[in-house]
Protein backbone atom coordinates (compact mmCIF):
# COMPACT_ATOMS: atom_id res chain seq x y z
CA UNK A 1 0.00 0.00 0.00
CA UNK A 2 2.99 2.36 0.51
CA UNK A 3 4.23 1.79 -2.28
CA UNK A 4 1.57 2.23 -4.48
CA UNK A 5 1.08 5.28 -2.87
CA UNK A 6 4.28 6.78 -3.29
CA UNK A 7 3.98 5.75 -6.87
CA UNK A 8 0.64 7.55 -7.25
CA UNK A 9 2.21 10.45 -5.69
CA UNK A 10 5.05 10.66 -7.63
CA UNK A 11 3.16 10.48 -11.02
CA UNK A 12 0.98 13.20 -10.04
CA UNK A 13 3.59 15.67 -9.38
CA UNK A 14 5.04 14.52 -12.53
CA UNK A 15 2.88 14.91 -14.48
CA UNK A 16 1.31 18.10 -13.21
CA UNK A 17 -2.30 16.73 -12.92
CA UNK A 18 -2.95 17.11 -9.24
CA UNK A 19 -0.97 19.23 -7.43
CA UNK A 20 0.04 22.03 -9.86
CA UNK A 21 -3.20 21.97 -11.97
CA UNK A 22 -5.28 22.42 -8.97
CA UNK A 23 -3.60 25.15 -7.22
CA UNK A 24 -3.56 27.42 -10.58
CA UNK A 25 -7.00 26.71 -11.23
CA UNK A 26 -8.09 27.58 -7.40
CA UNK A 27 -5.92 30.94 -7.28
CA UNK A 28 -7.26 32.22 -10.89
CA UNK A 29 -10.64 31.40 -9.90
CA UNK A 30 -10.08 33.45 -6.25
CA UNK A 31 -8.07 36.13 -7.79
CA UNK A 32 -11.06 36.58 -10.74
CA UNK A 33 -13.91 37.38 -8.71
CA UNK A 34 -13.23 41.03 -7.56
CA UNK A 35 -13.36 41.20 -11.46
CA UNK A 36 -16.65 40.30 -11.99
CA UNK A 37 -18.05 41.87 -8.89
CA UNK A 38 -16.38 44.53 -7.86
CA UNK A 39 -13.19 45.19 -5.12
CA UNK A 40 -15.79 46.60 -2.42
CA UNK A 41 -14.98 44.56 0.52
CA UNK A 42 -18.63 45.34 1.93
CA UNK A 43 -19.64 42.87 -1.30
CA UNK A 44 -16.69 40.18 -1.26
CA UNK A 45 -16.68 39.68 2.63
CA UNK A 46 -20.10 38.17 2.88
CA UNK A 47 -19.43 35.68 0.10
CA UNK A 48 -15.74 34.89 0.17
CA UNK A 49 -16.45 31.86 2.32
CA UNK A 50 -18.56 30.61 -0.58
CA UNK A 51 -16.24 30.88 -3.04
CA UNK A 52 -13.32 29.81 -1.76
CA UNK A 53 -15.57 26.85 -1.25
CA UNK A 54 -16.48 26.49 -4.39
CA UNK A 55 -13.41 27.41 -6.32
CA UNK A 56 -11.63 24.16 -4.13
CA UNK A 57 -14.55 21.78 -5.00
CA UNK A 58 -14.05 22.73 -8.76
CA UNK A 59 -10.27 22.50 -8.07
CA UNK A 60 -10.95 19.11 -7.21
CA UNK A 61 -12.73 18.21 -9.80
CA UNK A 62 -9.96 18.96 -12.50
CA UNK A 63 -7.75 15.69 -11.86
CA UNK A 64 -10.61 13.21 -11.05
CA UNK A 65 -10.62 11.38 -14.18
CA UNK A 66 -6.72 10.86 -13.82
CA UNK A 67 -7.33 8.91 -10.49
CA UNK A 68 -7.94 5.71 -12.48
CA UNK A 69 -7.88 6.44 -15.99
CA UNK A 70 -3.70 6.46 -16.29
CA UNK A 71 -3.46 2.89 -14.87
CA UNK A 72 -6.87 1.45 -16.96
CA UNK A 73 -4.82 3.07 -20.10
CA UNK A 74 -1.52 1.36 -19.16
CA UNK A 75 -2.94 -1.89 -17.86
CA UNK A 76 -1.43 -1.59 -14.10
CA UNK A 77 -5.23 -1.12 -13.05
CA UNK A 78 -5.73 -5.05 -14.30
CA UNK A 79 -2.62 -5.87 -12.07
CA UNK A 80 -3.90 -4.31 -9.19
CA UNK A 81 -7.34 -6.40 -9.63
CA UNK A 82 -5.00 -9.76 -9.51
CA UNK A 83 -2.84 -8.69 -6.92
CA UNK A 84 -2.75 -9.05 -3.20
CA UNK A 85 -3.77 -6.08 -2.50
CA UNK A 86 -8.02 -5.82 -2.02
CA UNK A 87 -9.12 -3.13 -4.44
CA UNK A 88 -11.07 -1.13 -1.81
CA UNK A 89 -7.12 -0.83 -0.69
CA UNK A 90 -6.20 -0.06 -3.82
CA UNK A 91 -8.83 2.77 -3.99
CA UNK A 92 -8.24 4.33 -0.42
CA UNK A 93 -5.08 4.58 -1.20
CA UNK A 94 -6.07 6.37 -5.09
CA UNK A 95 -8.20 8.78 -2.12
CA UNK A 96 -5.36 9.51 -0.30
CA UNK A 97 -3.41 10.01 -2.58
CA UNK A 98 -5.44 12.48 -4.62
CA UNK A 99 -5.92 14.45 -1.10
CA UNK A 100 -2.58 14.99 -0.87
CA UNK A 101 -1.51 16.12 -3.88
CA UNK A 102 -5.02 18.34 -4.58
CA UNK A 103 -6.83 18.89 -1.49
CA UNK A 104 -4.08 19.27 1.07
CA UNK A 105 -2.24 21.78 -1.40
CA UNK A 106 -5.90 23.69 -1.31
CA UNK A 107 -6.63 23.76 1.93
CA UNK A 108 -3.04 25.14 2.62
CA UNK A 109 -3.53 27.98 0.09
CA UNK A 110 -6.90 28.90 1.10
CA UNK A 111 -6.40 31.14 4.39
CA UNK A 112 -3.85 33.31 1.99
CA UNK A 113 -6.06 33.81 -0.83
CA UNK A 114 -8.83 35.02 1.44
CA UNK A 115 -7.13 37.62 1.85
CA UNK A 116 -8.08 39.15 -1.66
CA UNK A 117 -11.61 38.39 -1.26
CA UNK A 118 -10.97 40.46 2.08
CA UNK A 119 -12.63 37.27 4.67
CA UNK A 120 -12.88 38.33 8.36
CA UNK A 121 -10.11 38.16 10.14
CA UNK A 122 -11.68 36.10 12.60
CA UNK A 123 -12.89 33.08 9.84
CA UNK A 124 -9.80 31.93 8.56
CA UNK A 125 -8.82 29.69 11.23
CA UNK A 126 -12.28 27.86 10.76
CA UNK A 127 -11.90 27.80 6.76
CA UNK A 128 -8.66 25.76 7.62
CA UNK A 129 -10.79 23.42 9.62
CA UNK A 130 -13.33 23.22 7.44
CA UNK A 131 -11.07 22.28 4.52
CA UNK A 132 -9.18 19.83 6.53
CA UNK A 133 -12.15 18.41 7.22
CA UNK A 134 -14.25 18.19 4.12
CA UNK A 135 -12.11 17.80 1.24
CA UNK A 136 -10.91 13.95 2.02
CA UNK A 137 -14.60 13.76 1.62
CA UNK A 138 -14.33 15.22 -1.78
CA UNK A 139 -11.31 12.80 -2.78
CA UNK A 140 -13.05 9.93 -1.63
CA UNK A 141 -16.38 10.83 -3.35
CA UNK A 142 -14.05 11.91 -6.34
CA UNK A 143 -12.58 8.28 -6.15
CA UNK A 144 -15.52 6.68 -6.77
CA UNK A 145 -17.11 8.77 -9.54
CA UNK A 146 -13.45 8.02 -11.17
CA UNK A 147 -14.28 4.34 -10.74
CA UNK A 148 -17.73 4.42 -12.20
CA UNK A 149 -16.29 5.96 -15.67
CA UNK A 150 -13.11 4.59 -15.60
CA UNK A 151 -12.83 3.41 -19.10
CA UNK A 152 -15.65 5.27 -20.76
CA UNK A 153 -15.00 8.16 -23.86
CA UNK A 154 -15.21 11.43 -22.71
CA UNK A 155 -16.00 10.31 -18.99
CA UNK A 156 -14.47 13.59 -17.83
CA UNK A 157 -17.70 14.94 -18.69
CA UNK A 158 -19.99 12.30 -17.05
CA UNK A 159 -17.59 12.07 -13.77
CA UNK A 160 -19.11 15.44 -12.87
CA UNK A 161 -22.23 15.36 -13.53
CA UNK A 162 -22.31 12.41 -11.19
CA UNK A 163 -20.06 13.79 -8.51
CA UNK A 164 -21.16 17.54 -8.08
CA UNK A 165 -24.35 16.24 -6.51
CA UNK A 166 -22.65 14.71 -3.88
CA UNK A 167 -20.56 17.12 -2.85
CA UNK A 168 -23.35 19.32 -2.02
CA UNK A 169 -23.42 18.63 1.13
CA UNK A 170 -20.01 19.00 1.76
CA UNK A 171 -20.15 22.20 0.50
CA UNK A 172 -22.73 23.43 2.12
CA UNK A 173 -21.93 22.58 6.23
CA UNK A 174 -18.08 23.80 4.89
CA UNK A 175 -19.15 27.55 3.95
CA UNK A 176 -22.07 27.62 6.88
CA UNK A 177 -18.89 26.79 9.55
CA UNK A 178 -16.64 29.67 8.24
CA UNK A 179 -20.05 31.93 8.05
CA UNK A 180 -20.84 31.00 11.47
CA UNK A 181 -17.07 31.15 12.40
CA UNK A 182 -16.66 34.89 11.14
CA UNK A 183 -20.02 35.76 12.63
CA UNK A 184 -18.46 34.56 16.01
CA UNK A 185 -21.60 31.72 16.09
CA UNK A 186 -21.27 28.70 17.59
CA UNK A 187 -19.85 25.93 14.68
CA UNK A 188 -19.88 22.30 16.17
CA UNK A 189 -23.09 21.10 14.07
CA UNK A 190 -21.40 21.65 10.71
CA UNK A 191 -17.68 20.69 12.08
CA UNK A 192 -19.37 17.46 13.13
CA UNK A 193 -21.38 16.92 9.58
CA UNK A 194 -18.56 17.64 7.53
CA UNK A 195 -16.64 15.41 10.00
CA UNK A 196 -19.72 12.82 9.61
CA UNK A 197 -20.05 12.86 5.70
CA UNK A 198 -15.70 12.57 5.77
CA UNK A 199 -16.29 9.10 8.35
CA UNK A 200 -18.78 7.59 6.40
CA UNK A 201 -17.32 8.39 2.77
CA UNK A 202 -14.24 6.25 3.92
CA UNK A 203 -15.92 3.69 5.57
CA UNK A 204 -18.59 3.15 2.41
CA UNK A 205 -16.79 4.25 -0.45
CA UNK A 206 -13.67 2.24 -0.64
CA UNK A 207 -15.85 -1.28 -1.06
CA UNK A 208 -18.28 1.26 -3.82
CA UNK A 209 -15.39 1.97 -6.04
CA UNK A 210 -14.13 -1.24 -5.44
CA UNK A 211 -17.10 -3.20 -6.71
CA UNK A 212 -17.56 -0.68 -9.91
CA UNK A 213 -13.80 -1.67 -10.76
CA UNK A 214 -14.60 -5.01 -10.61
CA UNK A 215 -17.52 -4.54 -13.26
CA UNK A 216 -15.85 -2.31 -15.69
CA UNK A 217 -12.45 -4.60 -15.79
CA UNK A 218 -15.07 -7.81 -16.97
Known amino acids: MIALLKRDLWLAVRAGGGFGLGLAFFLIVVVLIPFGVGPDASVLEPIAPGILWVAALLACLLSLDRIFALDYEDGSLALLATSPLPLEGA ?10 TTGLPLTLAAPMLGVLLHM ?19 SIIG ?6 TVGLRRGGLLLSLLVLP ?3 PTLVF ?26 GAFALLPFASAAALRVNLR
Do not use: C, Q
Open 91 to 100: ALIKAIAHWL
Open 120 to 138: NSGAYGYLFISLALGTPAL
Open 143 to 148: TFGAAL
Open 166 to 168: LYV
Open 174 to 199: GAEAVRRGAAAMDVTTPFVMLAGITA
